[in-house]
């Protein structure tokens, strides 16, 4: 349902929360000529995260200044009401927290009807069962590998259970959604991430941190392409 022809089996996608936000558009590109096929836009609302980050006018100017797709992932409460605004804005794919949906169903719906690609996500302490029901109606699942809120966190180890999981269902039930992982991703865990069967790589402080981000996203890549080679 979601794969499309030609689409990678690995994808890095930078989270632009360490980015420089003086220097965006700057930092974005260089993330791109080191091979990130995605751009990963972190919205937070102090209210279901403990931090405040942007909103759609960031995601309208990052759509200007780039051509790759823009994965939104909403830490938000009520995101009923902004996903219209970041679809308008540019948004190519926008995920959801389970935990802040209670109609969780409609909300994945809304999402499909404003044309993005649909995504759900699960905190370090949801299990992967709290999906069954909509698991054949998302085109990714993104499991936390840190609580959110914040960026430069360490991997949760266990995560990688849920990832397993979520791999060992799709196959079962013939589905078709990826695996994004978010959280702690570096050299030392992405391997781990990748084998366990996360596709869609989502890192921030590994690759806006410290160095050159275009030789950051090159290395990290790598590590993880390597690391598919030696899949279970
Ligand atoms: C955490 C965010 C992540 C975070 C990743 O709430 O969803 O996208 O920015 O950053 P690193 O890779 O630094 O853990
Ligand atoms: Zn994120």
Same mark, same amino acid.
């Given at each position: ?105 409609? $909300? ?6 404003? +044309? =993005?690609? @649909?995504? #759900?996500?699960? /905190? ?64 030392? $865990? ?6 366990? +069967? =996360?596709? @869609?790589? #989502?890192?921030? /402080? ?27």
């Amino acid at each position: 349902m979601s794969r499309e022809r030609g689409q990678p089996a690995l994808e890095l996608a930078p989270s632009i929360l360490s980015a420089d936000f003086a220097r965006l558009g700057e930092h974005a590109q260089a993330a791109v000529e080191g091979g990130a096929t995605l751009l990963h836009v972190d919205v937070m609302d102090g209210h279901f995260v403990p931090n405040i980050t942007i909103g759609p006018p960031v995601v309208a100017s990052l759509r200007k200044a780039t051509k790759v797709p823009l994965d939104c992932h909403l830490m938000i409460e009520d995101p009923d009401q902004y996903i219209p605004a970041f679809a308008q804005a540019g948004a190519d794919w926008i995920s959801v927290h389970q935990e802040a949906c209670i109609h969780l169903h409609r $909300t994945l719906e809304l999402i499909r009807s404003h +044309g =993005a690609k @649909v995504g #759900v996500v699960l /905190n370090p302490a949801t299990p992967v069962d709290t999906l069954s029901e909509v698991l054949g109606m998302v085109d990714y699942v993104l499991v936390m590998s840190v609580n959110p809120g914040f960026g430069g966190q360490k991997f949760i180890p266990a995560t990688l259970e849920k990832m397993r999981q979520l791999a060992a269902q799709r196959q079962a039930k013939r589905l078709d959604f990826r695996i994004e992982v978010d959280g702690g991703i570096a050299l030392d $865990t992405v391997a781990d991430a990748v084998r366990a +069967g =996360a596709e @869609v790589l #989502v890192a921030g /402080n590994a690759i806006f941190g410290k160095g050159d981000a275009k030789a950051n996203a090159q290395k990290l890549l790598k590590a993880a392409c390597d690391a598919t080679l030696r899949r279970a």
